[in-house]
């Protein structure tokens, strides 16, 4: 793939919101590496400030335990021409996607539940902060809202591969107004 342009660290940042399993820590590491630029996986962040994996955080502290590991996590972010995966659950945190709208261009990945569901299997071992006995597709039709509320633009990834996808990301972000 030709590089179109880099981020550098006055640009803004690069937010990759959606659904666990639909692909944003492996595109977020491709569009880090083609932009030339950082990359920050909150999820990862949260796991080593509590030295424990997602789903011990969440059966420890709940899901608002959880929630506001995230958002301060995701708040205490100050960086710019970074590439940053989140944590599907980010978009319950207004304050934190308030913080990432003032930094970033925010994009929505998005795949259909039934890939979804082949993708992630389970679910509680996957970390997936929900309700208990909460379906797949009970989070999706939860959270749907949510991401088109936030996000400045909506990739369906449904039937693209890796490069694909890329590609379509890469093309997506180049279309996005700047900043303010």
């Known amino acids: ?6 981020l550098h660290a006055h640009d803004p940042n690069m937010v990759l919101i959606g659904m666990p399993g639909v692909g944003k820590s492996t595109l977020g590491v491709l ?23 997602l789903e011990e955080i969440i059966r420890e502290r ?4 959880f929630r506001a590991a995230e958002e301060a996590a995701v708040c205490a972010l100050n960086c710019a021409g970074t590439v940053i995966a989140t944590g599907g659950s980010v978009v319950y945190s207004a304050k934190a996607m308030e913080h990432l709208r003032r930094r970033g261009r925010i994009l929505w990945l998005d795949l259909s539940c039934a890939l979804l569901e082949r993708r992630l299997g389970d679910l509680d071992a996957r970390g997936v902060v ?5 379906t797949l597709q009970g989070l999706y039709d939860e959270r749907k809202p949510l991401y088109a509320r936030h996000a400045h633009a909506r990739l369906l ?24």
């Not at 569009?31 to 994996?53: M, S, W, Y």
């Not at 709940?62 to 335990?65: K, S």
């Not at 929900?130 to 909460?134: I, S």
């Not at 180049?174 to 900043?179: D, F, H, K, N, Y």
């Open 157 to 180: 990834l449904d039937g693209m591969n890796h490069d694909e996808a890329l590609k379509a990301l890469l093309e997506t972000w180049a279309s996005l107004e700047p900043l303010p």
């Open 1 to 6: 793939m030709s590089k179109t342009f880099r």
């Open 130 to 134: 929900r309700a208990p006995g909460q």
């Open 62 to 65: 709940g899901l608002e335990g």
């Open 31 to 53: 569009a880090a590496k083609e932009l030339a630029a950082p990359f920050v996986d909150t999820d990862l962040l949260i796991q080593a400030a509590h030295g424990k994996r």
